[in-house]
């Protein structure tokens, strides 16, 4: 189904179009590599090195995806997910963007903090390529 130039899908989750995934990680070597196995994908990365410059370019356009990474300078990956998590509250977003926490560690806690910042789900680094094309391919509207 569309709505506008964006496409819906049966549970109601709004695609942006054309697709987009918001990639935020400081680490240029992992933003390569990322970007390299979104490549199957056929949609536009836009990378941010941060938390403060993801949210601001959050609120200045619809994503289908975050790849949020956790441990950042400036503004981590717990404080921009929350950020963006108002932001669309405060905007009423009837369907909020899925945002996906990549983090180095497994521990309980961890996770944890991530789900309640309001992440939809958590990769542990290192991310490998089927993985990640698993867990974001159906929020791109594939199967």
């Known amino acids: 189904m569309k709505q506008g130039n964006?496409?819906?899908?049966?549970?109601g989750h709004v695609i942006p179009s054309p697709l987009a995934i918001l990639l935020v990680e400081d680490a240029e070597e992992n933003r390569m590599?990322?970007?390299?196995?979104?490549?199957?994908?056929?949609?536009?990365?836009?990378?941010?090195?941060?938390g403060a410059e993801a949210v601001a370019?959050?609120?200045?356009?619809?994503?289908?995806v975050v790849?949020?990474?956790?441990?950042?300078?400036?503004?981590?990956?717990i404080a921009a997910t929350m950020n963006i998590r108002a932001w669309e509250k405060q905007n009423q977003v009837d369907a909020?963007?899925?945002?996906?926490?990549?983090?180095?560690?497994?521990?309980?806690?961890?996770?944890?903090?991530?789900l309640e910042s309001g992440c939809n789900h958590y990769l542990t680094k290192?991310?490998?390529?089927?993985?990640?094309?698993?867990?974001?391919?159906p929020f791109l509207g594939g199967e």
Request: aromatic letters at 6%; one cysteine or more; a neutral charge.
């Open 96 to 114: 909020p963007t899925p945002i996906f926490a990549l983090t180095g560690h497994s521990s309980g806690e961890e996770l944890r903090r991530c």
């Open 67 to 77: 790849l949020m990474d956790i441990e950042m300078p400036v503004m981590d990956g």
């Open 33 to 50: 590599v990322l970007e390299a196995f979104l490549k199957p994908l056929n949609c536009r990365v836009k990378t941010a090195e941060n």
């Open 126 to 137: 290192p991310v490998r390529r089927q993985q990640l094309l698993d867990t974001v391919r």
């Open 57 to 64: 370019m959050f609120m200045k356009e619809r994503f289908s």
């Open 6 to 11: 964006q496409k819906v899908q049966d549970d």
